[in-house]
């Protein structure tokens, strides 16, 4: 999390960086800071809360803000000390001489901070970041040189990184260096930038360089140096960048959230496209790099992800084991990597992560690859750490997210691993689900449109939302394949609106979450008619036996079981095995309403970010 920007150049830097820090909002937003630098002059300005308070400060520094044309800036996600302005970026040594932003963790910054204080270093915010900046500064005390500085430093610190650093003994230059945390330089003409991620700098710039781990960089107006961990000069690629410069709008709708609850009849148009041609074509998967042979050899699946990317990951796992007949495990990310994992070259590694820069997702493939396990990710960002990670890159093309709340790059995902557990199946030879895969390709290709039907009449989720926006606690169950749904319900109604919610396998509610029951705890079921249809109105009975007020999602209830429900949403009827993709939207739509009557900042929920990149 948190996102940086760097400038070099004739253009006015602070332009530069708040509308860099404006797309980068995504990364956190708890404050921000930047620092202008003109000759041996640096002025840092620094607020606290959103990127508007930091924008008001600035209105009246014209004078420093249309000469200075070196700066970088930081926009910050609380790890280390409050959300306060003094612990926001950038941070300082005590001679002010070397300002520094950094995204990621620093392990031994305690240990650091005790050798620094013995030498007399002044510690004014509680950050690691700041431990960083002393750790810098007092490597230039003995070498006088910024770049040799960091490169000392570097290897003094354990943890991930992205770092910008300035200097007021060397106004020509910017120095970066990253392990484990994103970093980008764009290369301009006469001008160079440095961003946490593309959006901050394609506005200007279509051409990049990518730092890897371990290397430190010396960006001035009109070069680039890379030195490798062995302080060796080195050279990376100039890449195309993938984004051209759109302008991120709502597009009338009042938050981005909304705007792409809308947009995912078109994002399963665009994942189908040229993989799914018709009901009786196979699947096409021409980034899928295994060979038929090898793909027979397989004998476990693995897929790790985080929070929406992992519920996307279990109803994976039930169409994978369905129809490619492989055992497959699902794991936090953040579990996976601190236990004895069993993988080997017949393993197949899946990741899922909309931005592909997870950091317990991307330690937990870096472990895996040593294992030799084939790795495919599934992400929305082609340009993402992950990416380069992947033996076989599945791009979702969602298009950006810009709301935290993941919506679309959910739908992605879960139509991604419909295609790959089909092309599984074709490649191994099953003929077992024949018919019924002609049946789920068809419904595939008719789903947008039932999205679209359902996005057309949303009213009753908006009535229902009022209605329920006063309770403080939510259940949400269901069984089989939407037991993921229920999952991501619940997640999306506490990240948005804050309302305490909690997705249950509905056949678990009597072994214990019953006991909450009574009519101060709206239960919210998901029915479709499938195996589990009947065992689910079972549960809602029980829960309604405990007065539960109980909201039905489903697409068919029997004439004699609708009083059961207080309210019932009809959806238009898909085959048990898809119902996961429409079900959803409804519980997105749900939690939008409600936070949205709760007057809650929809696209920026406190205490979240949209990139998670520390462990
Ligand atoms: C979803 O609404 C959340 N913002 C969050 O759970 C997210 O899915 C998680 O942090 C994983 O992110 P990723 O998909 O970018 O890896």
Redesign the pocket.
Known sequence: MCGIIGYIGDRKASEVLISGLSHLEYRGYDSSGIALMRGSDVQIFKAQGKLKNLIEILKDKEDVCSSAHIGIGHIRWATHGLPTTINAHPHTCDCKSLILVHNGIIENYQELKEELTALGCHFVSQTDTEVAAHLIAHEYGKTKNLLKAMQQAVKKIKGAFAFCAIHKNEPDRIVVAKRNAPLVIGVGQDENFIASDIPAIIEYTKKAIYLSDGQVGVVKKNSIEIYDENDLITQNKIENLPFEAIAISKMGYKHFMLKEIHEQSDVVRNVLSGKLISHDDKIKLEEFKLTPEKIKKIQRVQIV?????LHAGMVGKYIIERYAGIPTDVEPSSEYIYRETIADENTLVIG???????AD?ITAIKQVKEKNSHIIIITNRADSTMARLADSLLPVSAGIEVS???TK?YMAQLISLYMLAIYLMEQKGIEKYHDEIVNLKQELIELPNKIEALLENTNDIKLLAKKYSSYKDFIFIARGINFPSALEGA??LK?ISYINATGYGAGELKHGPIAMLDENMPVLAILNQGVVYDKVLSNCEEARARQAKLIGVADYVAPKDKDLFDDLILIPHVSDILSPALNIIVLQLLAYYIAEYLGKDVDQPRN?A???TVE
């Not at 992800?305 to 990317?309: D, K, L, R, V």
């Not at 899922?352 to 997870?358: K, M």
């Open positions: 992800a985080c929070g929406t990317s899922i992560s909309q931005s592909g820069e997870t997702t935290v709340a993941a790059s997640l999306k990240e979240l949209k990139s998670v």
